[in-house]
């Protein structure tokens, strides 16, 4: 049996895709071997180190976004944890 919820908690889950995140890998060795050929020449040298360093800026900010997924999931876990915990204390002490 399907759970409802399914669909829903799979969007709140956030995170990356496996698909892409290994798309973005693949992406980013091609670029590191052609940055490779390129870096004999002292503008292509510029041009690779500037990309890289947007490349890591960019990756930097999915992280934060992830981060700020994972902590949302988690204070989500911790509240629903809890809610359990005094429901079966509330439920315990009723008998």
Do not use: C, F, Y
Request: aromatic residues 2%.
């Amino acid at each position: 049996m399907k759970n409802g919820n399914q669909k829903k908690h799979d969007h709140d889950r956030g995170g990356m895709n496996p698909v892409v995140a290994a798309v973005t890998g693949v992406v980013v060795g091609a670029g590191v071997v052609a940055g490779a050929v390129l870096m004999k020449d002292e503008k292509n040298r510029e041009k690779l180190k500037t990309a890289l360093t947007d490349a890591d800026d960019q990756l930097k900010e999915e992280q934060n976004e992830i981060e700020k997924k994972a902590k949302k999931v988690s204070d989500s876990v911790k509240k629903s944890w809890h809610r359990g915990v005094d429901d079966a204390k509330k439920a315990a002490a009723t008998k």
